[in-house]
């Protein structure tokens, strides 16, 4: 399990702007599903209308060849689906129930969703997969998130690989309130994402030396404090970088640093330093010096 975070935000180059971030934290356990016999079927599959991606392909020619701006690699579609309303609810043999929605959008590299009310009672259990490929994120409990059940704070989801993502939450006999579990996005991967993709791991340069080389024994210590930021706007998403960094009063304030342009003229100090949403990929690098194919194990927290 990862420790829970609490990190403030400076962003620099042309502003500064703190801010406070928590920990994405799971359980680390597989989806009930994937335990139980009989549980593993789809269930009911909602079926989202991709975006147009010959206007997409057009907008990128021309923005990619702009400096200073944050590279689109998903476009966000609204969408509105609750618990209440969508999916299906399923009464398990010791009375406990699970509920379950897939989304399915063609031809997707990768889905990852926002919620605009998200809270979970005690003792129940949150996760996202991919059936297929078995990619999961979870357990997400009422220990690991914001907000209450009178007032349920926004939620955001790190990438599932794929063109489609199941929604699963677990609750125990005993507890009777109900979740509440309000999506307004889904994310729409279309480059950049897949780890077998250009612009991502093992696609740096040969003049970029791997933390792990010999070159980097000395900074041991120092790579932990760097993370792969991937940024969701209201619109699109694309990926930053930054790290945590100390003050001149050596109070050991946790601080996190990057740059104006991760902001792509969305977040800004005064007027909408909201990141509950930014996903923070931490000890992101091989485990050796040379470069694979081969992610390392996601260590992911949620802003805040």
Known sequence: MEKHLKIKIIIVFLLVNINTVCSQITTNELPISFLEKGLSQTGIVIEVTPPDMNQIKLEDAINDKKSGILQRVAVAIPIYINSATNGEWIELSDGAFLWKLTLSAENAQSLDLVFNEFWLPQESKFFVYNSHTKQSIGAITSDFIRGSKKSPAD?????????????????????????????????????????????????????????NCPEGQNWQKDKKAIARIYIKTPT????????????????LEPLFLTANHCLDGVFDAINNPNMSQWIFYWDYEFIGCLNSSYEPTIKSTLGQ
């Open 155 to 211: 939620f955001s989801t790190g990438i599932i690989l794929g063109d489609e993502i199941t929604l699963e939450y677990y609750q125990p006999e005993y507890v009777k309130e109900k979740p509440i579990i309000s999506i307004s996005k889904i994310y729409y991967g279309y480059r950049y994402v897949d780890k077998f993709n250009t612009k991502d791991f093992g696609d740096a340069a040969g003049c970029n030396k791997n933390i």
């Open 236 to 251: 699109a998403s694309g990926w930053c970088s930054g790290a945590l960094i100390n003050n001149t009063a050596n109070s």
